[in-house]
């Protein structure tokens, strides 16, 4: 029993400095969180909603003319991630009860239609004094308001949803959206370091105009997530 407790508080311990590594670097990536949205209407169609893969980057010294390194803002062909310099986040859609509805049942191809995302943002940004600590009174926030998320490749069509659906029994799919943000100039006094404080997404709405199965259709959720 005391090697097992041994054994358990060695690996305890591996597990917390791993994870300060994970929270220490720049671009750093938070948790997740996920939303369950209820359906509009009876037998309608309900989604899952998660938060993930946020990069807030610490210190804060973006390049917006990297496409590589520590700095990155820049996407590049097929990059449909938050940039380790920039910094942004991933928000998943799933969508259920698809297979449910008349249109369908009925065999019916999608009509030319994507989904949307939109979400208000707000990030803080202020300068970290030589001895680590973020100061206040540098803070300021940068707002946007109900801002348009980038799709993430062809998960927004609704004709590629369909067919992964009649493609795949038993399995759900969505929508898979994502950020990445513009660089912010941030000045900070001498020895002292720019750093975004952190991260908070809100009011967030997914979109559909779409005929023949899943209609004129919003899901939203207050959050508010952060990062």
């Known amino acids: 029993m005391r090697r097992l407790r041994g054994i358990l508080t060695r690996l305890t311990a591996v597990l917390l400095a791993g994870a300060a590594v994970a929270l220490a670097g720049p671009g750093t990536a938070h948790a997740s969180t996920t939303v369950e949205i209820p359906a509009a209407t009876p037998n309608g169609i309900s989604a899952t909603v998660r938060f993930h893969g946020a990069k807030v980057p610490q210190p804060y010294n973006p390049d917006p003319n990297a496409a590589f390194g520590d700095r990155k803002c820049q996407l590049i062909y097929h990059d449909y991630e938050p940039t380790p310099g920039c910094g942004g986040f991933k928000l998943d859609v799933v969508l259920h009860n698809v297979r449910n509805q008349p249109g369908y049942q009925a065999g019916l191809d999608s009509t030319w239609a994507f989904f949307q995302a939109y979400a208000d943002t707000e990030r803080t940004f202020g300068c970290l004094s030589a001895d680590g600590t973020f100061d206040h009174r540098t803070a300021f926030v940068v707002r946007t308001e109900q801002a348009p998320l980038s799709h993430t490749y062809y998960t927004t069509s609704s004709s590629y949803i369909l067919q992964y659906l009649r493609s795949n029994p038993g399995q759900e799919t969505g929508p898979y959206f994502f950020v990445n943000f513009p660089a912010v100039q941030v000045d ?3 020895g002292t370091t720019p750093t975004q404080y952190g991260l908070k997404v809100t009011n967030v709405k997914v979109t559909i ?14 959050g508010p997530f952060y990062a």
């Open 209 to 222: 105009d779409e005929a023949n199965v899943f209609g004129t259709t919003t899901w939203s959720t207050p």
């Open 188 to 190: 900070c006094p001498a």
